[in-house]
């Protein structure tokens, strides 16, 4: 080994090395930012080929579009969906009202003859990823159509929003509505407690500048083989660190217990009591219950430990449930396509369009409907509907 120094001082490290024919040659070592660059060129060189085979084998990414919907801070909720906001969730179109729900309807004041249905719930309900007119609460106003007098369903659902939330929002805008019939929709992740103290969320962290932050790791969500690969480590990871979600939602599913889960369920208890007493300014209670994605997916009869705790909490409130676990059993035995892909929590078109056809025949099975030819049920002066069944 030597150095060689060129005319303008600069020094090369040489190796010698010996020819076939015995005579010493020369090999230059590459610098190392040369190996760098060529390592980074065969990892972008594998990536692509990998992403052109999972465009033959995998389901397509998520594409999102920007903004998503826009949130504003709430006193009472937290937060609340942006009212009159023109945003998207995923790539579909998300626009609210001058209520801040998601219908480019506004609803009118006064009712009419019309027969009114107001959905609650969180992203389940609001229709995540899919449009407007395929979320559930506009596939029931379509199957109603034609079965009763003029029908409306209101979609109030809330993103990420608890039952607690969801009775807020019934107890602020719901004489807005005037509701008839209220569904309020239950999902496993209501089983968390309410905050001792309603902190509004900060200015920054809603709206514009909180989708800002978020749109650039969005664009990983656009990578098939990333998104395999992350839901391969997620079910990998939490097989080996359960993290504090994950453990929860199989406690709940197995019917397990916890100081915390008891005073999760506590606070619902007291969330349905309330939506019970709300009954007085004459609509009629239904909780629904949505199953947990698991339940669904089972090939073997799946624990119902938290439908038979709810469905006790609500009969001790004296409010109806409906359990949409049998009849979405069922449609995914027939076709798996009701969730989502990547996603495999929030539902299809399909998925909503099974809901909504549960809901229907629940509706119109019990006679909570009043068919086109009864006259539309009127409030007396204590604020109770007559001309149709209040029973719980």
């Known amino acids: ?198 902190v509004p969320i900060a200015q920054e962290k809603s709206g514009e500048q909180q989708d800002a932050t978020q749109k650039y790791l969005r664009l990983f969500k656009a990578s098939r083989t990333l998104l395999f690969l992350r839901e391969r480590w997620a079910a990998l990871s939490n097989q080996i660190w359960p993290s504090v979600d994950w453990s929860h939602r199989e406690m709940i599913y197995n019917g397990g217990t916890s100081p915390y889960l008891e005073q999760a369920y506590n606070d619902v208890r007291r969330s349905v009591e309330e939506f019970a007493s709300l009954r007085r300014e004459g609509f009629l209670p239904v909780l629904v219950i949505l199953p947990i994605p698991m339940q669904v997916q089972s090939s073997d009869a799946p624990s119902t430990a938290m439908q038979q705790r709810i469905e006790a909490i609500a009969k001790q409130s004296g409010v109806r449930t409906l359990d949409l676990l049998p009849a979405m059993r069922q449609a995914y035995a027939e076709n798996p396509d009701m969730y989502i892909a990547w996603d495999y ?17 629940y509706l119109m099975g019990e006679k909570l409907i009043a068919p086109a030819t009864e006259e539309p049920a009127v409030r007396n002066t204590s604020g109770s509907l007559r001309g149709r069944d209040k029973s719980a």
């Open 1 to 198: 080994m030597m150095d060689r120094v060129d005319v303008s001082g600069r020094t090369d490290r040489v190796e010698l090395s010996k020819s076939s024919s015995g005579a010493p040659s020369r090999v230059r070592r590459l610098p190392k930012y040369w190996i760098g660059i060529v390592v980074v060129i065969e990892l972008l060189v594998l990536f692509a080929a990998a992403e052109f085979m999972a465009s033959f084998l995998l389901p397509p990414a998520q594409h999102y579009i920007n903004p998503q919907m826009l949130m504003e801070p709430d006193a009472r909720r937290i937060y609340f969906h942006r009212p009159n906001q023109r945003a998207f969730t995923i790539d579909k179109p998300f626009n609210t009202n001058s209520l801040g729900f998601r219908d480019g309807r506004e609803v009118p004041v006064e009712k009419g003859g019309e027969f009114r249905i107001l959905a609650l719930g969180d992203s389940l309900t609001v229709g995540l990823g899919v449009g407007e007119e395929d979320a559930y609460p506009r596939q029931l106003e379509s199957l109603l159509h034609g079965t009763a007098r003029p029908i409306r369903v209101v979609n109030g659902a809330v993103t990420c929003y608890a039952t607690w939330q969801e009775v807020e929002v019934l107890k602020e805008k719901g004489a807005l509505v005037h509701p008839d019939i209220v569904l309020l929709a239950f999902y496993w992740n209501d089983l968390y407690p309410k905050p001792d103290t309603v």
């Open 345 to 361: 929590e929030h539902l299809t078109p399909r998925g909503h369009r099974v809901v909504a056809a549960a809901l229907h025949q």
